[in-house]
């Protein structure tokens, strides 16, 4: 079983900065592809920022320039870093991850999700 646990969401006014984290644990062979992607009330889900196990990036148009994703050296985390903050940032952001498990026997490739940390831009 593969779980991941974000954190560091909350209140913040506009114009500032949060950084969200997100840890990966479980019986992982690799991890491949980590993201963060976010929901506001009444809208659908929507990518804000992926990066590969090489380190390539990608970034939702909304938050270029605004934004970074990173992954720890053990790159089982990955980070995101979120600077100038507006109202419209306000969501629950979700990390998710591309992991292939190995139970001994057979690999096995998902997309695990966290339950999601609260952002709250104030204007």
């Known amino acids: 079983q593969v779980q991941l646990v974000e954190s560091g969401g909350g209140l913040v006014q506009a114009g500032g900065s949060l950084r969200l984290s997100c840890a990966a644990s479980?019986?992982?062979?690799?991890?491949?592809?980590m993201g963060w992607s976010r929901q506001a009330p009444g809208k659908q889900r929507e990518l804000v920022a992926s990066?590969?196990?090489?380190?390539?990036?990608n970034y939702a148009d909304s938050v270029k320039g605004r934004v970074t994703i990173s992954r720890g050296n053990a790159k089982n985390t990955v980070y995101l870093q979120m600077n100038s903050l507006k109202p419209e940032d306000t969501a629950v952001y979700y990390c998710?991850?591309?992991?292939?498990?190995?139970?001994?026997?057979?690999?096995?490739?998902?997309?695990?999700w966290g339950q999601g940390t609260q952002v709250t831009v104030s204007s």
């Open positions: 479980g019986i992982i062979f690799s991890i491949n592809t």
């Open positions: 990066i590969t196990s090489s380190g390539s990036t």
């Open positions: 998710n991850a591309d992991v292939t498990t190995y139970n001994g026997r057979r690999y096995q490739r998902d997309d695990y």
